[in-house]
T-cell receptor, first 111, second 115 residues
Framework: GQSLEQPSEVTAVEGAIVQINCTYQ??????LSWYQQHDGGAPTFLSY????GLEETGRFSSFLSRSDSYGYLLLQELQMKDSASYFC????????????FGTGTRLQVFP | GAGVSQTPSNKVTEKGKYVELRCDPI?????LYWYRQSLGQGPEFLIY????????DSGLPNDRFFAVRPEGSVSTLKIQRTERGDSAVYLC?????????????FGEGSRLTVL
């Protein structure tokens, strides 16, 4: 079967750092993406890891370890607007952007 | 338009009725994806098109669900004999295709409620 596990909810205060973990078990694996979704909105792309290691994009960083079937999203200098749901998603194969999404982590940022 | 457009944004129907949901992808994007999202869950893959053909329809839950993309642009998701369990937000996404970027561009979704 296919499974992507994430914590269901994380809370933090403004200015803090938070890490959202994702472990996966899928039939194929090519890379790991992260998406943000505000309530009632569309999922929006944050980052993609095709190789092991850290990818940094502004306040957000994402990490992948293929040997551990594990990745995380790191959010720094949290702002109230970062309150949203965050999804990891596995890219299963070559020559496709078909993604299998995790269950999502709801992040609440408090002042 | 600049983004993925989905219509209707909201659809309320009665059990047993037929429903069509439309998706207009970003111009030039050859790949188009349909997902379904229930409250508190992640998007669930239904089907994706590369051009006019369905490259992978393994996520369609049963034969009441069908999707077409006759000219390789706009797509329609069709649901026959709707059931209350079909209530969800149906998301459409597009990408340039065959690039393995992990990046999909999503529309705002069509919220389907089956009474």
């Amino acid at each position: 079967g296919q499974s992507l596990e994430q914590p269901s909810e994380v809370t933090a205060v403004e200015g803090a750092i938070v890490q959202i973990n994702c472990t996966y078990q899928t039939s194929g694996f090519y890379g790991l993406s992260w998406y943000q979704q505000h309530d009632g909105g569309a999922p929006t792309f944050l980052s993609y890891n095709g190789l092991d290691g850290l990818e940094e994009t502004g306040r957000f960083s994402s990490f992948l370890s293929r040997s551990d079937s594990y990745g995380y999203l790191l959010l720094q200098e949290l702002q109230m607007k970062d309150s949203a749901s965050y999804f990891c998603a596995v890219l299963e194969g070559y020559n496709t952007d078909k993604l299998i999404f995790g269950t999502g982590t709801r992040l609440q940022v408090f002042p | 338009g600049a983004g993925v457009s989905q219509t209707p944004s909201n659809k309320v129907t009665e059990k047993g009725k037929y429903v069509e949901l439309r998706c207009d992808p970003i111009s030039g994007h050859t790949a188009l994806y349909w997902y379904r999202q229930s409250l508190g869950q992640g998007p669930e893959f239904l089907i994706y098109f590369q051009g006019t053909g369905a490259a992978d329809d393994s996520g369609l839950p049963n034969d009441r669900f069908f999707a077409v993309r006759p000219e390789g642009s706009v797509s329609t998701l069709k649901i026959q004999r709707t059931e209350r369990g079909d209530s969800a937000v149906y998301l459409c996404a597009s990408s340039r295709g065959l690039e393995n970027t992990g990046e999909l561009f999503f529309g705002e979704g069509s919220r389907l409620t089956v009474l």
